[in-house]
């Protein structure tokens, strides 16, 4: 009884935090709105309740389903460490995020949840302003759907952004990163931050979006100078070399003497271990497109692993839907004249897929780790799409203005 009337307690805080949190909510978007007259507040504050439902959704999940959740927020009540002890990278720093709340607030599980959950709807503003900023275009999919609504409102992307760990972060410091990088003088505090948080959440995936704005930067054909290029192109190498201890230590390779067999070795045991884990497929026979198919687009309801499987299978045929849209020739076409942003998001979307599928083969984690780069394929589509309708409303006001042209002449 004690138990049930502490429980009904926390779930009573944590619903209260909800109202503080749409407040503080209010007063970021008035910020955006002021520096954005494209910021669609009734759209966001929808964007608000429709994430709040989905940490409800993850909160019963966790219930009978195993969850890291749970371990997270245990983990920083360890009485004989301090807070400090808890700063480094992946598992210790989400629990370096969670220590001054649990330990000084005293928040419960509920609470956490809540709050975390309100850290992946940020993700989700921040990626609204990058799509928006970039693309002002509206463009409709399958006829009559805003494609900007149907990326925003994509129910797994919300399921893994709503709960306490390392999945509402991450996506926070890569949109964070995304919307920044931008103009990176003027939003440099943001750039760093989303930087930081990437890499102190996952390592080796900062390594990648750092390959990728990288390559995405050099490989554009804006009006920057290869001086500036290879001035900027050095402090980025210079930056992964100070931190790539870290980054090979994720995979056990900061003391190795052989990185390119022990990385081999390594993904073959973890491959291993994960197809052994449940929801397993066999990606070590795979050959290379069917790897990236695996895991761009699956699990599909042929292989859907439960009711959340079948779930998932919805939106990934969503996935592949819009995905058929850019193969074509126009599309590399497209690209060779495609802004830094675009060539950026493609970069860092190919070479993530190519990273991941080497330890990737239990559809359970596919389906968590994925949402972290769809995004940036999501942004590739739209701005690919928005081109095209802009090139089609050129050509009709061209054809409608030479009949008059004629008559004139």
């Known amino acids: 009884m004690q138990l049930e009337t502490g429980l009904i307690l926390d779930i009573i805080g944590a619903l209260l935090m909800v109202p503080f949190l749409y407040l503080l909510t209010q007063l970021i978007f008035n910020r ?6 494209f910021f669609n507040k009734k759209l ?3 964007l608000f309740y429709y ?21 997270y927020f245990i983990w920083p009540q360890n009485v004989t460490k301090s807070w400090i002890d808890f700063f480094g990278t992946e598992t210790t720093f989400v629990n370096f995020i969670s220590y001054p709340f649990i330990n000084g607030f005293g928040f419960s599980y509920e609470m956490m949840m809540v709050l975390y959950a309100w850290f992946g709807f940020l993700g989700f503003v921040y990626a609204y302003l990058f799509f928006k900023e970039n693309i002002s275009l509206e463009v409709k999919v399958f006829k009559h759907i805003d494609l900007l609504s149907l990326i925003l409102f ?6 893994w952004t709503a709960s306490m760990g390392k999945g509402a972060i991450i996506f926070l410091g890569l949109m964070l990163f995304a919307y920044s990088i931008k103009h990176p003088k003027s939003r440099i505090i943001g750039l760093l931050v989303g930087s930081l948080l990437v890499f102190y959440i996952r390592p080796h995936v900062f390594l990648l979006l750092t390959v990728g704005g990288l390559g995405g930067f050099l490989l554009g054909k804006d009006s920057i100078s290869w001086k500036k290029k290879g001035l900027i192109g050095l402090t980025i190498l210079i930056g992964l070399f100070l931190v790539h201890e870290q980054i090979l230590a994720v995979v056990h390779l900061n003391n190795s003497q052989d990185l390119l067999g022990d990385f081999i070795k390594f993904t073959t045991k973890r491959s291993h271990d994960l ?15 069917e790897k990236f198919f695996t895991f761009w687009f699956r699990p599909l309801f042929f292989d859907a692993p439960g009711v959340l499987g079948i779930i998932v299978s919805a939106e990934n045929l969503i996935y592949l839907l819009l995905f058929l849209k850019i ?15 675009v060539r950026m998001s493609l970069v860092l979307f190919l070479i993530t897929s190519f990273a991941m599928t080497f330890v990737m083969s239990n559809l359970g984690i596919i389906i968590r780790q994925k949402s972290m780069v769809m995004y940036f394929l999501f942004f590739v589509i739209y701005y690919y799409l928005a081109h095209e309708k802009t090139l089609s409303i050129k050509l009709n006001l061209k054809n409608s203005n030479t009949p008059q042209l004629a008559e004139a002449a």
């Open 32 to 37: 955006l709105q002021k520096k954005h007259s």
């Open 44 to 46: 966001m504050n929808r």
């Open 51 to 71: 994430h709040m439902f989905f940490g409800i959704v993850y909160y019963a999940y966790a219930f009978i389903n195993p969850s890291d959740s749970h371990k």
């Open 154 to 159: 994509l129910p797994n992307m919300h399921f």
């Open 275 to 289: 197809d052994n884990a449940g929801s397993g497929v066999n990606m070590a026979g795979y050959s290379l497109p």
């Open 327 to 341: 193969i074509k020739i126009d599309f590399l076409k497209f690209l060779k004249h495609a802004p830094v942003n």
